[in-house]
């Protein structure tokens, strides 16, 4: 059966993502292989002659990676890492999870943090619905995502439902760049603007290359989660522009700005400075209490 894995991840060029979650439910501690001895009697029985330590080893490296030491394996997509960062200093938890091979980014990274609270949802259109559920009886955001191209075309009744409830759900579609728009690339669908009433807002959040695309994707990316809950509470939409990359070798989340929203009821964070300074563009005349 190992090696049965071992055979798709090689020859499907799969990743730890597929591999782990399986590895881990099909076999015990004492069964997986890095249990091998390599005492060489399975080599010598064999009929087909196959180097069974070697490939076990290999195995071993390919499956069991995170299955030892820390948790938390992330993505490398830097703008995948900022948005769980974010998520997390936002106190989102939840997050119904549709299948798919653009989102695995995402999904995967998540599953790994304890953090979060992942429900799997085949279906996108019945996933919608479930996340209103869970936002509804929660009373909190709720994360929802799918994979690129017409899976997200699913989404859209629930979230009609969503938007006219007011109820704070955060659709995340992957996608490919926009620049493969309209050149009949499979998967690329234009996703560059939505319905008026299936999200109260979308954004775009590119991949980052460089410190400025970082800082308008943590600012971005604040706004999108800030939207949830503000005047009125309702669904936001954040297209996710990713690659087909499946490396998940970050174990640790970067440290991302957070951005609040203060109300009039809201107490004033303390100012460490002597002096501020306000900087005001075109505005109406100032009552006297402004």
Same mark, same amino acid.
């Given at each position: 059966?190992? *090696?049965? @894995?071992?055979?798709?991840?090689?020859?499907?060029? %799969?990743? /730890?993502?597929?591999?782990?979650?399986?590895?881990?439910?099909?076999?015990?501690?004492?069964?997986?292989?890095?249990?091998?001895? @390599?005492?060489?009697?399975?080599?010598?029985?064999?009929?087909?002659?196959?180097?069974?330590?070697?490939?076990?080893?290999?195995?071993?490296?390919?499956?069991?990676?995170?299955?030892?030491?820390?948790?938390? *394996?992330?993505?490398?997509?830097?703008?995948?890492? =900022?948005?769980?960062?974010?998520?997390?200093?936002?106190?989102?938890?939840?997050?119904?999870?549709?299948?798919?091979?653009?989102?695995?980014?995402?999904?995967?990274?998540?599953?790994?943090?304890?953090? *979060?609270?992942?429900? %799997? %949802?085949?279906?996108?259109?019945?996933?919608?619905?479930?996340?209103?559920?869970?936002?509804?009886?929660?009373?909190?955001?709720?994360?929802?995502?799918?994979?690129?191209?017409?899976?997200?075309?699913?989404?859209?009744?629930?979230?009609?439902?969503?938007?006219?409830?007011?109820?704070? =759900?955060?659709?995340?579609?992957?996608?490919?760049?926009?620049?493969?728009?309209?050149?009949?690339?499979?998967?690329?669908?234009?996703?560059?603007?939505?319905?008026?009433?299936?999200?109260?807002? %979308?954004?775009?959040?590119?991949?980052?290359?460089?410190?400025?695309?970082?800082?308008?994707?943590?600012?971005? /990316?604040?706004?999108?989660?800030?939207?949830?809950?503000?005047?009125?509470?309702?669904?936001?939409?954040?297209?996710?522009?990713?690659?087909?990359?499946?490396? *998940?070798?970050?174990?640790?989340?970067?440290?991302?700005?957070?951005?609040?929203?203060?109300?009039?009821?809201?107490?004033?964070?303390? =100012?460490?400075?002597?002096?501020?300074?306000?900087?005001?563009?075109?505005?109406?005349?100032?009552?006297?209490?402004?």
């Amino acid at each position: 059966k190992i *090696f049965e @894995m071992l055979n798709e991840y090689n020859n499907m060029k %799969s990743n /730890i993502y597929m591999g782990d979650s399986v590895y881990r439910g099909n076999f015990a501690p004492h069964e997986r292989s890095s249990q091998c001895l @390599m005492c060489g009697k399975c080599e010598k029985r064999c009929p087909q002659k196959i180097e069974i330590r070697r490939y076990l080893k290999e195995a071993a490296r390919v499956f069991e990676n995170n299955l030892q030491g820390e948790k938390n *394996f992330y993505t490398t997509e830097k703008n995948v890492q =900022i948005l769980l960062s974010l998520l997390k200093n936002h106190g989102i938890r939840k997050i119904v999870a549709s299948p798919g091979a653009m989102n695995v980014c995402f999904v995967y990274s998540a599953q790994q943090d304890t953090f *979060f609270e992942v429900y %799997s %949802s085949v279906d996108e259109r019945s996933a919608a619905y479930i996340a209103c559920g869970l936002a509804e009886e929660a009373g909190e955001p709720v994360v929802l995502t799918c994979t690129g191209a017409t899976a997200s075309r699913n989404y859209m009744p629930g979230l009609t439902e969503a938007y006219y409830r007011k109820l704070p =759900i955060l659709a995340i579609t992957a996608a490919q760049p926009n620049e493969k728009i309209g050149h009949n690339i499979p998967q690329t669908i234009d996703r560059r603007t939505v319905p008026n009433d299936v999200v109260k807002y %979308s954004i775009q959040v590119q991949r980052v290359n460089n410190t400025e695309e970082e800082r308008l994707c943590v600012t971005s /990316i604040n706004k999108a989660i800030l939207e949830l809950n503000h005047n009125p509470a309702g669904p936001v939409h954040i297209n996710l522009v990713v690659s087909p990359n499946k490396e *998940f070798s970050v174990r640790k989340l970067p440290e991302v700005r957070m951005i609040k929203r203060l109300y009039e009821d809201d107490s004033w964070p303390k =100012i460490e400075h002597q002096k501020v300074a306000v900087f005001c563009g075109a505005h109406s005349v100032w009552t006297e209490r402004l």
